[in-house]
């Protein structure tokens, strides 16, 4: 028999760009000033692909850690690995996101086929995207509710200070009643302080109570008694942690950079349906070229919530569109098929990485 001809060999270019915020966000137990990112361009003689990464916060998975992950396992990477090698050569994590989503950009050119295509999904459309109001006073949530004179579907953070969180809920819903309203716990909630919060949400409207108690209390909610949707997010990492999941939540929200890629979430996707429960896409922040692989996987998920680059001061040339309570990702921000705008190289022929933001 022949020989199988070895893979062509890539060269990998890692950076970290800040990515500063607009103005603070503040969630449970947390406030961003940044929300600095790990890029990675994998590039061939005549393809390249391009992934970002801000890892996982609340598991100290973060750029300088990842980027030392990547480091380690250059010669594994650049010797021409595949995303499934990828898969089992490094954990769930930013890491893992930054490379395979580069992998699939990669492959669309080398193919010159778009990576929807690729990953067999419904040629993208725009989809209703929720945009985000930080746990601020609650003045300050309804203003910000009236600032997205566009938005369609509002997600709030809470913080666990109850009649606080009360009185966001209310402020939100007064300054928006024409909107869809769903609120995120971040885990700062117990079994035993939780029912007055969902009082006030049936009281208000909202639809959808996401990630309301720690992670590894996920059996404490086969004791909850909640009328309305229940959401994983932080108790949801990868695949296999979805199964343990059936019965407690309608919904689980999948992240590139939780699971460690486009590749694993169109798994969790499809596992998730088989166990009859709904999926959400999110993000942790992060430029257009994160929301765009992101933007791939929305087209089979029921819920979207990609607003993370309306928080940054700056993005990328080419950029998601917000527009009528809508994203949308034009072809030419990744993923496309086509390798225009290549990444600049060095004299010897090395990919160079992007200048920060």
Not at 117 to 126: F, G, T, Y
Not at 308 to 322: E, K, M, N, S, T
Not at 326 to 352: F, K, L, Y
Request: charged residues 25%; aromatic residues 4%.
């Amino acid at each position: 028999m022949p020989k199988l001809a070895a893979p062509p060999r890539l060269q990998l270019a890692l950076a970290i760009e800040p990515l500063p915020l607009k103005t603070p966000f503040r969630i449970a137990g947390h406030r961003f000033d940044a929300m600095p990112a790990l890029t990675a361009i994998l590039s061939d003689a005549r393809c390249y692909g391009r992934g970002e990464a801000c890892g996982v916060y609340y598991l100290d998975d973060r750029p300088e850690t990842m980027h030392a992950t990547l480091q380690a396992h250059r010669d594994a990477i650049e010797d021409g690995i595949d995303r499934q090698r990828l898969r089992a050569l490094l954990p769930a994590g930013g890491a893992r996101n930054a490379v395979d989503c580069a992998l699939w950009e990669l492959q669309a050119q080398r193919e010159g086929r778009p990576v929807w295509a690729l990953a067999q999904v419904p040629k993208p459309r725009r989809r209703i995207t929720t945009f985000t109001l930080g746990a601020d006073d609650p003045a300050t949530v309804a203003a910000n509710a009236l600032a997205y004179v566009q938005a369609r579907a509002l997600k709030l953070k809470l913080d666990g200070d109850l009649d606080t969180d009360i009185d966001r809920i209310r402020a939100a819903r007064n300054a928006r009643p024409d909107t869809t309203l769903s609120v995120d716990a971040n885990q700062a909630y117990r079994l035993d302080t939780i029912a007055p919060l969902i009082a006030a949400l049936v009281d208000h409207g909202v639809g959808l109570l996401e990630q309301p108690f720690a992670r590894g209390r996920e059996a404490d909610l086969d004791a909850l008694d909640c009328p309305i949707d229940l959401a994983a997010d932080e108790s949801i990492q990868g695949l296999d942690e979805v199964d343990a999941l059936q019965g407690r939540v309608e919904v689980i929200n999948i992240k590139l950079d939780k699971c460690g890629g486009l590749t694993e979430a169109l798994l969790i996707v499809e596992r998730a349906r088989e166990l009859g429960m709904k999926t959400m896409v999110g993000n942790m922040l992060g430029t257009s070229w994160a929301a765009a692989p992101a933007f791939v996987l929305a087209q089979v998920c029921d819920l979207i919530d990609l607003d993370g680059p309306i928080f940054l001061a700056g993005d990328r040339a080419h950029a998601v569109v917000y527009r009528d309570g809508h994203i949308d990702c034009p072809a030419q921000v990744w993923g496309s098929g086509v390798a225009d705008g290549a990444p600049a190289r060095d004299a010897d022929g090395a990919i160079r990485a992007p200048a920060p933001l």
